[in-house]
């Protein structure tokens, strides 16, 4: 019995490294003898560094930054064990934790402190970039992390812009005399956690800009602001790039990237999946487990849940899910073999979040599903 573990983390109650090991636990308390290789992942926002990091020769590495309102703070990055691959995580910087909800305003909040990390990287001979966005607190189209790499923003009358997401809507000029020289060597791999758009209906500040702090006014000046800027993007460097996937995630820091540093924006978990050899492991694999925190429809398109399941699909390898929640729409689930919830009976999602009765809760259920399988392995053999 050999089982892979794919899981990412239940958000707000464990991640994927706790549940990877309350899971072997279960199976191992069913089957002694089965071999588990536990493969933490991630989608390209929070937890991508510790999931890569972790899989992988390299070293972690910790840097003085800002924080999405520019307060100091210290942020960790990877440098592989080439020495010349950074692995970023702008959550480290630019994620939601890191403002208190009633500071949250993504027309103030900046990816600045992302900028100083990939600075940091590169004074220490860092020349590719594995860059995870999502998770963020920010709506400026990467202009705070360029800013911190040299670039300045102008108005109409050549005036530098400040920073955070208000400043979108009065770029007209972009002055690249000061951007660190560097730079211009540099490989940006961007792991994006979601696939929407810069502006419009599926746009970032639509889709993301509430949960960062925006009301009904502040998201449509931030979707105005976006499109004004799409446009000078187009103008002044010939980038037509809102609506590539993936450039709206992390309010829009995937296309900033994409246009100012040529950035190759891919999906955070086929990243992760690549990374980590997954590929590998699922030649020896007998059955793959992944799951998330709540597994709706959602999951099943374009994150951890559907990026494993494809390739479990291709290797032949039966997988199967377990979330915290199964969201009650979710009766198909095409690429996975079966769902479990680990819920046994009706409580409050603050209990179920509670970390050592979800701990309990997941070894249960892992140790049901074992026990099945023991059993229907030996009554066929
Ligand atoms: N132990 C748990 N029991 C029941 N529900 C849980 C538990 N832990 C997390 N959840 C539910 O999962 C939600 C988080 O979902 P999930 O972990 O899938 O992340 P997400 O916010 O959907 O982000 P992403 O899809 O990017 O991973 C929580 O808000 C909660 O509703
Ligand atoms: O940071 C965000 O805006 C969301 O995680 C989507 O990328």
Same mark, same amino acid.
């Given at each position: 019995m050999n089982v892979v573990l794919a899981i990412d983390s239940f958000k707000g109650c464990a991640s994927s490294q706790e549940l990877s090991s309350w899971i072997e636990e279960g199976i191992k308390e069913v089957y002694q003898e089965a071999s588990v290789t536990a493969c933490y992942i991630a989608?390209? #926002?929070? #937890?991508m560094l510790a999931a890569i990091m972790q899989n992988v020769r390299g070293e972690i590495v910790t840097c003085k930054v800002h924080d999405p309102l520019m307060n100091p703070i210290s942020a960790q990055y990877g440098i592989l064990e080439d020495g010349i691959t950074a692995v970023i995580e702008m959550a480290q910087a630019?994620?939601? /934790?890191?403002? /208190?909800k009633e500071k949250r305003n993504p027309l103030l909040t900046t990816t600045f402190g992302v900028g100083e990390m990939v600075k940091d990287a590169i004074a220490k001979g860092c020349r590719k970039f594995i860059v995870g966005i999502g998770?963020?607190?920010?709506?400026?189209a990467a202009l705070g992390m360029l800013q911190a790499l040299g670039y300045r923003f102008l108005d109409e009358t050549g005036n530098e812009l400040g920073l955070g997401g208000a400043i979108l809507e009065d770029v007209h000029h972009v002055d690249e005399s000061h951007v660190l020289p560097a730079l211009k060597t540099c490989e940006f791999t961007v792991a994006c956690d979601v696939d929407n758009?810069?502006?419009?209906?599926?746009?970032s500040a639509h889709i993301y800009a509430g949960q960062k702090g925006a009301d009904a006014a502040m998201i449509e000046r931030l979707d105005a602001g976006m499109q004004q800027f799409t446009q000078v993007l187009k103008n002044t460097l010939g980038k037509d790039v809102a609506m590539n996937a993936g450039s709206g995630a992390a309010g829009g820091m995937g296309g900033g990237m994409q246009a100012f540093l040529d950035a190759t924006l891919r999906s955070g978990i086929e990243i992760i999946l690549d990374q980590i050899g997954f590929d590998a492991h699922l030649k020896e694999a007998t059955l793959v487990i992944t799951g998330e925190g709540r597994i709706d429809q959602q999951s099943l398109m374009g994150k951890v849940l559907s990026g494993v399941s494809k390739r479990a699909q291709k290797a032949g390898v039966p997988l199967i899910a377990l979330g915290g929640g199964i969201a009650d729409e979710l009766e198909e689930h095409k690429g996975v073999d079966a769902l479990f919830s680990i819920m046994r009976y009706p409580m409050s999602l603050e209990e179920a979040m509670e970390k050592p009765r979800a701990e309990k809760l997941v070894k249960q259920s892992v140790k049901e599903i074992f026990r099945l399988i023991k059993l229907a392995k030996n009554s066929a053999s």
């Open positions: 989608d390209g #926002g929070e #937890g630019g994620g939601l /934790p890191l403002v /208190p998770g963020s607190a920010t709506n400026d758009v810069m502006y419009g209906p599926r746009g």
